[in-house]
């Protein structure tokens, strides 16, 4: 096939839950592509060569076009293996990563086309191929031949921790995993609901992990079940990846009101603790209508999540316009067919309640865009005398985390920045502790999936290099 027939085929789309069923159920909303779908999509690819644009913008720099000539070929197997050679959790990244951003932002065929959204489906084809290896066994797992006697720890079993976990497993050193919680996958099962990724999708690549050696020890919070210093005894490196998970508040009157949740607070109990189903002891608080404060991937998952535990009125409530919004597209687009209503270029001043403390509506206030900040985002600048109510029940926080400082109280020695993030060498990621790496959400603030886990595969470099050092 030629480079101009490729060019003729159109984006396959993801077949996926029409919008009025799926609020009424937790179920992933895409189904993904059949294999006809996926052969037709990658034939979609012209092949760049070594110096793709979609290698570049891939933060673990994935070999797309060779996984792309595979599918075209129908050969899943070594499409898989390609992938699987720079990315350990593939089932999860076809599904989370913010791939319009990254390796679909430069593609060739968007840029033909003049039309970003023509760009290969790249995210989809990923994903794909995890689901296509894991229903057909095809799974690879390749535990090393012998241990090499060294102990490393991994604090937090998020993406950051499960990949440095799995890369040092697969060099044959020993890897504990200690996790907070009573369930490994940090964010991925505590954060971001099961109709934007499956609990089993999760389970099926920890169980891929654990096939490769990989110890994971539940309810055990460092600095509280064992020290920094226990662990420094034992172990002969320590990675820590625990993540940003302290909500920010927004300091302003009302926000203790009965009513109000942190998203952290409202997407634990709904998705970790399952407070949907109706056997569930953990109440939620379900009013008729709710407003979510944000615009990022957590906002998203908030406001979608309360549409399907009943809440008819959700009101997404951004002080930007959505050209700003951090979240998504695809989760943006889902978000208005579910019927999320945006309140764009809208800030909240102040949440008002009744005289038992309920929640009874928010002030809010118009915005404008000035000019831009530090990070090229334009600034939004009040309107003055724009001030209005607006009658919810309910508010939910979803304007960013950041890192939890428990670590750092366990171990005040390791240093770290302003924002309560642990400092590293930009390129090894050791801490300022020898033999102690961090990466991941502690170290960069709230970011992704992918670039946790690239971190995560990075470390593993030095951590070996490190041991070897000993
Ligand atoms: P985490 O995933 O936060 O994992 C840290 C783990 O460490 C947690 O399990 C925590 O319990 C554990 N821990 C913390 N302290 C301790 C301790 N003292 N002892 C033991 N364990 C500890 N990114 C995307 O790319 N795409 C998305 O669509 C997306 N959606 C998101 C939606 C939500 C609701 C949220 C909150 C985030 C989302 N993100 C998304 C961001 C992404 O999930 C994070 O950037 C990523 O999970 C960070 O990985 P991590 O391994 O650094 O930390
Ligand atoms: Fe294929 Fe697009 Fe990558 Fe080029 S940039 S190799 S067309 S996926």
Known sequence: MDKKERLEIPRQKMPEQDPKERIENMKEVPYGYTEEMAVTEAKRCIQCGKNAPCIKNCPVSIDIPSVMAFVAEGDFENAYKKI?????????????????????????????????????????????????????????????????????????????????????????????????LHTPGGVLVYGIPEFRLPQEIIDSEIANLKALGVKIHCNRIVGQSITMHEMLDEYDSIFIGSGAGLPIFMNIPGENSLGVYSANEYLTRINLMKAY?????????????????????????????????????VKLVYRRSEAEMPARAEEREHAKEEGVKFDLLTDIKEILKDEKGWVTGIKVVDMELGEPDEYGRRKPVEIKGSDRIIDVKSVIIAIGNRPNPLVKKSFPEIETNEKAGIKTDPETLETSIKGVFAGGDIVLGAATVIKAMEHGKRAAKYIDEYLHSL
């Open 84 to 180: 699987k050679e720079n990315n350990l959790l593939p089932g999860i990244c076809g599904r989370v990563c913010p791939q319009q951003e990254q390796c679909q932002s430069e593609c060739t065929v968007g840029k033909l086309k003049k039309n970003k959204e023509c760009a290969v489906g790249i995210g989809n084809i990923e994903r794909f191929l995890a689901d296509w290896a894991r229903t057909n066994n095809k799974e690879i797992i390749v535990p090393a031949e012998k241990k090499n006697g060294w102990k490393v720890a991994v604090i937090g079993s998020g993406p950051a921790g499960l990949t440095v976990a799995g890369e040092l497993a697969r060099k044959g050193t020993e890897v504990h995993v200690f996790e907070a």
């Open 277 to 313: 189903k109706k056997q569930s002891q953990t109440p939620i608080y379900t009013p008729e209508s709710l407003a979510v404060i944000g615009g990022g991937n957590v906002a998203m998952d908030s406001a979608r999540t309360a549409l399907r535990l009943g809440v008819s009125d």
